[in-house]
């Protein structure tokens, strides 16, 4: 989380692309009619590095209000996921900071519209900066609605939001509900946490909707479907794959930037060692799943006492097929979902480093078996002189570092040449905040 932290400060002493971006759009949008969902902070431009923007808005306006978005300036970079009833803006900016702006037109989740976005707007108030909101009982039933629908509790900034309301406005809330919905609850706060009963009730409402009943259901059904379908090409996951001697930081680096594309970027991640694992390791044959796990996690690398080609050929062979099987079910189970997949170490660490997996293999054969593995677009190598690493951890001696690290780079220089429409990083790993600062950036320009 250091990382995090140190950016979270230099964002809240700084005016960043994103705040004079917000700042500009807050004022192009006041000539149309919207509604600024989910507001908490104020001023606007103030809000968390970690918020994304939600505005309802008129579905003709969609367009009009996106080309503005797209002529952000000091943008490097935009991706746009379009669906029926919104559209999601995702702005990575020269400055390293990051907005998401989502313009919708519909309130729903999945195939039901769980709220009439024409009266959130024709009943809309000012708030003390001048913008519009959903009146107060607009604004506890949709975020209520949002959470409850989705199965989980209302998140606590919106808790702490209605507990700096004064006490009379925070019941009209309440009863306006309770009457709505018949839920279960002694005051708001208590209705805010998830319950199966109340989530039943709400449903059973929210299906009394016209705009979920008869010719206009089909429609909304329809419409989620293709929504999904395109969602798989417009939101599809990225896979990153980071190399290296062992001692270069990957470990903490990983966990940095998962940590970042959780929290800033708001994307989901999964972490895979290696390879894809479908297939397990080769010694779970011998000693069983669990055992063949503490065994690898007791032992250091580049132990292994292999000397034998032929074995090694059919062990590289076997892994080989976990790749060629398993990168498909890694792409149809993250990627297509929208899950940005990181791998500590790939397949460039059999052809850099064959003896941590126990293997005797030569580097060209390695390197044509590669064939049939998929190359992500984005590949990072971590170095660090022999110093640097040996005060981390004493594995490795120095000339084995420098082999290594020489080895790291043949690899990535040639495949950079073989695949020139690829990312191929070498990073010098010293200090997190810069080694941070260049993957975010790498992945910004390439999202």
């Known amino acids: 989380m250091a990382f995090l932290s140190q950016l979270y400060a230099k964002h809240n002493k700084m005016t960043t692309n994103r705040q004079t971006f917000i700042d500009a759009f807050i ?34 306006d969609l367009q009009t209000l996106g080309k503005f978005i797209k002529e952000a300036k000091n943008a490097i970079n935009f991706k746009v996921v379009k669906k029926s009833f919104a559209h999601y803006y995702h702005i990575y900016f020269a400055d390293g900071s990051f ?103 709400a449903l059973q409402v929210v299906k009394q909707l016209a705009l979920n009943k008869g010719i206009a259901r089909l429609r909304s059904k329809a419409q989620y479907l293709v929504d999904t379908v395109k969602g798989f090409a417009s939101n599809r996951g990225e896979t990153i794959t980071f190399s290296g001697v062992d001692g270069a930081g990957k470990s903490t680096i990983i966990q940095n930037f998962k940590q970042t594309l959780e929290r800033k970027y708001r994307r989901r991640v999964k972490v895979l060692r290696h390879r894809p694992s479908l297939l397990p390791i080769l010694s779970a044959y011998k000693y069983g799943k ?12 580049r132990q292994g006492e292999n000397t034998s080609k032929i074995k090694s050929f059919i062990r590289l062979s076997y892994y080989l097929i976990d790749y060629a099987i ?17 791998y500590d170490r790939y397949y460039y660490d059999f052809m850099a480093d064959p003896k941590r997996s126990n293997l005797v293999m030569d580097y060209q054969t390695s390197k044509w078996l590669s064939k049939v593995v998929f190359m992500p677009r984005l590949n990072f190598f971590l170095y660090a002189s022999p110093e640097t690493i040996l005060a ?56």
């Open 27 to 60: 004022k192009r949008i006041k000539e149309y009619k919207y509604v600024l969902l989910k507001h908490t902070t104020s001023p606007i431009h103030n809000y968390s590095l970690f918020s994304d923007l939600d505005f309802l808005v008129e579905e003709g």
């Open 99 to 201: 907005l998401q702006i989502d313009l919708i037109c519909q309130l729903k989740i999945k195939d039901y519209h769980y709220l009439n976005a024409e009266e959130i707007l024709a009943e809309r108030v000012r708030n003390r900066e001048g913008l519009y909101v959903p009146c107060i009982e607009h604004y506890a039933e949709h975020v209520l609605l949002f959470n409850l629908l989705n199965g989980s509790s209302v998140a606590n900034k919106y808790n702490f939001f209605f507990k700096t309301q004064d006490a009379a406005t925070v019941k009209v809330a309440y009863h306006y509900l309770k009457l709505k919905y018949k839920f279960d609850g002694k005051d708001l706060f208590d209705i805010f946490l998830f319950n199966k009963k109340n989530r039943a009730k």
């Open 290 to 301: 669990k055992g063949a796990e503490q065994r690898a996690a007791s032992n250091l690398p």
């Open 326 to 342: 398993g990168q498909f079910y890694v792409f149809a189970k993250y990627n297509l979902r929208g899950i940005d997949v990181l």
């Open 392 to 447: 981390r951890k004493q594995e490795l001696s120095a000339n084995d570092i420098l082999n290594l690290t020489a080895s790291y780079n043949k690899v990535f220089d040639e495949f950079g040449q073989q695949y020139p429409n690829k990312k191929y990083c070498k990073i010098e790993n010293v200090q997190l905040e810069q080694t941070m600062d260049v993957i975010c950036k790498t992945y910004a320009k390439a999202a």
